[in-house]
């Protein structure tokens, strides 16, 4: 496979919010990225639910009705909703596959009621675990593959959160070990997308559906969560940082493989995703607020497509159920950001997104359009391998954190990212010689089976 | 692009307002080799500490090499990280390094050493998210407990039989989804039924307070950081009542 050596973007400033070089229309004729940010709501059932089909059917019935209503209550022109598999729909794909006729009916009701525009994205759950499965050869993967076959005979498009690497990643991780951080995303999660994501592609055009995208959920985002506020002793936010770097060539493997965007919600390496490839990205933040918290409320909308809540349980509130709420709050999210595009303030609110976040956190100040652009810049320079792009890519990430006086950092996270840093300029230049090291380094963790990754 | 004037305040960045400078203590032991173990517990160097190890159980004992050296290291430790000077990397890897030493204490011994109590873990059934049962292991290994590690997407009845065959002191469970942790007051249920009445903390993701204390045993686990204290009381005998009117509610 030839690894992308070219920005689809000439210069961050080339980037905003609501429209990308390459737009995608969906088979419901949802266009995304051609102008306009659109709002992406995703409801998670709740605990039980999950207990039979029609008690799962009856809970997303609930939750995306209860989404679209508010949509049409408030005046939302049009609207994207994710469904992420819980692990039962990928299991048994049949589930997945009810799920998705009764959403596309759900959302053709109130077209044909109200003329509201929508189209709906299904996640699949990655059940390759890969310190339990072989994660080419085992019944998981039969059904994961499956699963996506079922749902892109509904769905307007298909997206996985694929864990290729997390066995190694989630042990270094908690070592402040970054070679094994960089093992795990760059050379074993690349060579599992590189295995998955073609047939992904290929099942997803066989059934007019987008093959849209994959993430670094389970590695950069895992390191997110860990890091945590200010408060958080878990680990440094400087190496939830690089894990964010790393994590752009695994993502962009989707893209080489095929897959068309709009980029998954949660892959906050989206950014950087948007400047290489310039196709549609969905972003999460200050929204996102009741899924989990992050450091990039506001600029982390800077360049986004789609605009979404991550994942809200089905609740009460007093303005009505969550999904209803969660609903009206991204609608005026996006209504904000096409009234800029309209009047032509753009500019101006991307600024202040921006400055909102910049300098709050070494996490956040990498993922300004400007600095994205660079680390992208550093993965398309050094196409030699998955290993060479990475690697560029978070010594490029420690560069920028370390020359702009501007950011402030912690003594300690100040010495942790200069050894970091100095452990990622001693490793080798070569992947071979660096997948070598790797596996006699890692031969012993626990479920880590080489050949998973046709090593 | 415009920056916005640094004095125009939009965030106040607490972390640096109260940075915990570290306060490590230089002497553990009065015996050269001794200190030395502790030092390479306390710097988490796990490549070195058998070396180290072996060279002192030449002319010490194991137990005194554990208890003096390994043990005093990590007593080190744990302060570090509970006045806040330690992050959960440095904690992890002085654990690895507590525990390779202690490896090579017991291989003179020819036995294991007595651990302070049995402490059953898992990730639901159904649920493949385990890194906060990965860091619940590491901190109650680095307490010296004994960990039996069931893994991720364990069926409810292997938990139970697990409960049945090692009789812990303790039974902790992470699940990541809500669709998950319903397997969680299914144990419960059929514990109670065995009359294993085993304190059962319950934490991760989506798990709530009101959700764990909605069953018998349950007691919500808030943070990873709490599991070595519940632990410690587990072992000291209180009762899951106990312990959930203490840390809970």
């Given at each position: 496979?030839?690894?992308?050596q ?9 980037m905003m ?35 039979s ?23 939302l022109?049009?609207?994207c909703?994710?469904?992420?598999h ?55 993967t ?12 509904h ?32 050379v ?29 959920c389970a ?5 997110m ?13 400087t ?14 493997v989707?893209?080489?493989c ?23 990205i ?8 009741c ?25 009460a ?21 096409n ?17 909102s ?15 994205a ?9 050094n196409s030699?391998s ?39 300029d ?19 963790i ?10 | ?47 070195k500490?058998?070396?180290v190890?072996?060279?002192?159980l ?15 290291g ?14 959960l ?15 090579a ?5 020819g ?23 990965t ?31 090692h ?32 304190p ?50």
């Amino acid at each position: 496979m030839k690894l992308t050596q070219t920005m689809a973007y000439a210069e961050a400033a080339d980037m905003m919010f609501g429209s990308s070089l390459h737009p995608v229309t969906t088979k419901s004729g949802l266009c995304i990225g051609g102008g306009q940010v659109v709002p992406e709501i995703v409801v998670h059932p709740r605990a039980g639910s999950e207990a039979s089909l029609k008690t799962l059917l009856r809970e997303f019935e609930r939750g995306y009705g209860d989404a679209l209503e508010r949509c049409v209550s408030v005046g939302l022109p049009r609207t994207c909703l994710e469904i992420e598999h819980v692990a039962q729909m990928t299991r048994q794909p049949d589930w997945g596959a009810q799920v998705a006729v009764q959403t596309v009916s759900l959302m053709e009701r109130f077209r044909n009621q109200f003329g509201i525009q929508s189209a709906c994205r299904f996640t699949i759950a990655d059940i390759r675990k890969p310190d339990m499965v072989h994660m080419r050869d085992s019944e998981r993967t039969e059904h994961v593959l499956d699963a996506f076959d079922a749902c892109a005979r509904h769905a307007d498009m298909v997206a996985i959160e694929s864990l290729g690497g997390k066995e190694i990643f989630d042990h270094a991780i908690i070592r402040n070990d970054v070679t094994g951080m960089l093992f795990g995303q760059a050379v074993l999660g690349c060579r599992d997308m590189q295995w998955l994501w073609p047939q992904i592609v290929s099942i997803a055009r066989q059934h007019g559906c987008r093959p849209s995208g994959d993430t670094g959920c389970a590695h950069a985002n895992t390191a997110m969560f860990m890091a945590g506020g200010y408060q958080s002793r878990e680990i440094p936010h400087t190496l939830a940082a690089l894990a964010r770097a790393i994590s752009v060539g695994k993502t962009l493997v989707a893209y080489e493989c095929g897959a068309t965007g709009p980029g998954k919600n949660c892959a906050y390496e989206n950014p950087m995703i948007k400047a290489i490839t310039g196709v549609p990205i969905s972003c999460e933040g200050k929204s996102s607020a009741c899924a989990h918290s992050s450091f990039c409320g506001n600029v982390i909308a800077a360049v986004c497509d789609l605009w979404s809540n991550e994942a809200v349980e089905y609740h009460a509130m007093f303005g009505g159920t969550t999904p209803a709420v969660f609903s009206e709050l991204l609608g005026y999210d996006a209504a904000l950001m096409n009234t800029a595009l309209g009047m032509g303030y753009e500019r101006q609110l991307q600024e202040c997104m921006v400055n909102s976040d910049r300098y709050r956190d070494p996490q956040s100040y990498i993922l300004c359009p400007d600095n994205a652009w660079k680390i992208g810049k550093a993965v398309t320079e050094n196409s030699q391998s998955f290993y060479a792009r990475a690697r560029a890519a978070a010594l490029k990430c420690g560069e920028l954190i370390f020359e702009d006086s501007r950011l402030q950092l912690t003594v300690y996270e100040r010495d942790a990212l200069a050894h970091y840093m100095a452990e990622l300029d001693k490793l080798p230049e070569d992947e071979s010689d660096f997948i070598d090291l790797c596996l006699t380094r890692y031969a012993k963790i626990k479920g880590f089976r080489r050949e998973s990754y046709g090593l | 692009m415009r920056y916005l004037n640094p004095k125009y305040q939009v965030f106040n960045r607490y972390d640096l307002f109260h940075e915990q400078e570290e306060q490590k203590t230089h002497r553990f032991s009065h015996d050269a080799m001794l200190q030395r173990v502790a030092e390479h517990v306390v710097d988490g160097d796990d490549m070195k500490i058998t070396d180290v190890v072996c060279e002192a159980l030449t002319v010490k004992n194991p137990q005194e090499v554990i208890r003096e050296g390994l043990i005093a290291g990590m007593d080190e430790v744990s302060r570090l990280w509970s006045e806040g000077s330690y992050f959960l990397p440095q904690v992890v890897l002085s654990s690895d390094a507590m525990l390779a030493g202690i490896a090579a204490c017991e291989e003179k011994m020819g036995r294991p050493i007595k651990r302070r109590g049995k402490i059953v873990t898992h990730t639901a059934e159904g649920d493949i998210h385990d890194i906060g049962q990965t860091i619940v292991n590491a901190l109650l290994g680095a307490a010296g407990f004994e960990i039996i590690n069931l893994g991720a997407d364990v069926l409810v009845d292997h938990v139970v039989q697990a409960c049945r065959e090692h009789r812990p002191i303790m039974l902790g469970g992470t699940a990541l989804m809500t669709t998950t942790m319903s397997a969680f007051p299914r144990i419960a249920a059929k514990l109670k039924r065995l009359n294993l009445r085993i304190p059962f903390v319950c934490g991760g993701g989506a798990v709530n307070e009101n959700f764990v204390s909605g069953f018998d045993l349950g007691i919500w686990g808030k943070d990873a950081s709490w599991a070595v204290g519940m632990a410690e009381d587990a072992l000291k005998g209180m009762t899951w009542r106990q312990i959930r009117a203490k840390w809970n509610g």
